[in-house]
């Protein structure tokens, strides 16, 4: 099949006055080869369900499109729409638009098969989403795989191994049951108009999760350890019910601080805490 002609993204962004809002977190990427590299991070998507938060003008929905996907796309800004739905017909039964916003949908309500999940993620809300879709009760989640851009800061501190300053609780909740990698960094000069920081993209995927740890759990330790990073675990987990009996129990140091405990011990923790030893 022949690929469609389609307009050049700076055309599609004159055309529809999309000028970019920076409540919205709106910067665009317009380089054709890049988001190609992007769209490529999960694999193959021929056939494959895709969900994307912010499609904007269309820049990676259109390689997410040309690489074979089903997208579904869930955009907040209306004056994207008319520019998303003329992308659609270039790619007959292949993009869904949504319009909306992204912290109040469900993709599984959206797509009835597994799907990944795809987004140069608007920097306001791009943890609260990455944090809710690593929460999934069903583990595996009906997502197969996450390839977000970040702010390199924030990429940075999801794949974060302990010992560091960036390691906390985002990289706990995205590393006990999934593999989190950046495969790419993008400089800040890709986007138009350019942000302040450098980006990244991170990939995620699902790794088979460890046995008898919720994800409530592990939300609520990591959030005490690391809510006081700098003062020792007997001070920081001392409200939380059952902690410190649960780091006896694992044979933990409870002088140590938070960014000291690997996920494996994060886990363990949980582990103890869920069978209510
Ligand atoms: N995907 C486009 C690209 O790569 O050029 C645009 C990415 S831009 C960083 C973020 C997009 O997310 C914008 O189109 C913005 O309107 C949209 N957005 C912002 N907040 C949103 C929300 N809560 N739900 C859905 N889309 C949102």
Not at 199 to 214: D, F, L, M, Q, R
Request: hydrophobic share 45%; glycine share 8%; aromatic share 6%.
């Amino acid at each position: 099949m022949s690929e469609p002609e389609l307009p050049p993204l700076r055309d599609v962004i004159a055309r529809y006055g999309l000028s970019a809002s920076k409540a919205l977190g709106q910067n665009f990427l317009l380089d054709a080869q890049l988001l190609e590299r992007i769209a490529g991070i999960p694999g193959s998507l021929s056939e494959e369900h895709v969900f994307e938060v912010g499609p904007g003008p269309g820049g990676l929905t259109r390689a997410a499109l040309m690489a074979g996907a089903k997208v579904t796309a869930v955009e907040r800004d209306a004056r994207c729409l008319p520019a998303l739905i003329e992308l659609g017909k270039a790619f007959p039964d292949q993009l869904r638009v949504v319009e909306g916003d992204a912290m109040q949908i469900d993709p599984v309500q959206e797509i009835s098969a597994p799907f990944h999940i795809l987004s140069n993620l608007p920097y306001n809300v791009g943890t609260a989403l990455l944090v809710n879709w690593l929460s999934a009760d069903k583990w595996p989640p009906e997502w197969k795989s996450l390839t977000l851009m970040f702010q390199r800061e924030v990429a940075e501190r999801i794949i974060a191994q302990p010992g560091g300053k960036a390691y906390g609780r985002l990289a706990v909740l995205a590393q006990w049951r999934a593999k989190a990698t950046m495969p790419m960094k993008v400089h800040r000069s890709a986007f138009t108009p350019p942000p302040k920081v450098m980006s990244a993209v991170v990939h995620i995927i699902p790794n088979k999760a460890p046995e008898g740890v919720s994800p409530r759990t592990i939300g609520k330790l990591t959030a005490a350890a690391f809510g006081q990073r700098r003062k020792m675990l007997r001070q920081s987990l001392k409200a939380l019910s059952g902690a410190l009996d649960a780091l006896e129990t694992v044979g933990i140091d409870p002088t140590r601080r938070a960014e000291t405990i690997s996920v494996d011990e994060f886990v363990q923790v949980a582990q103890v805490l869920d069978a209510g030893l």
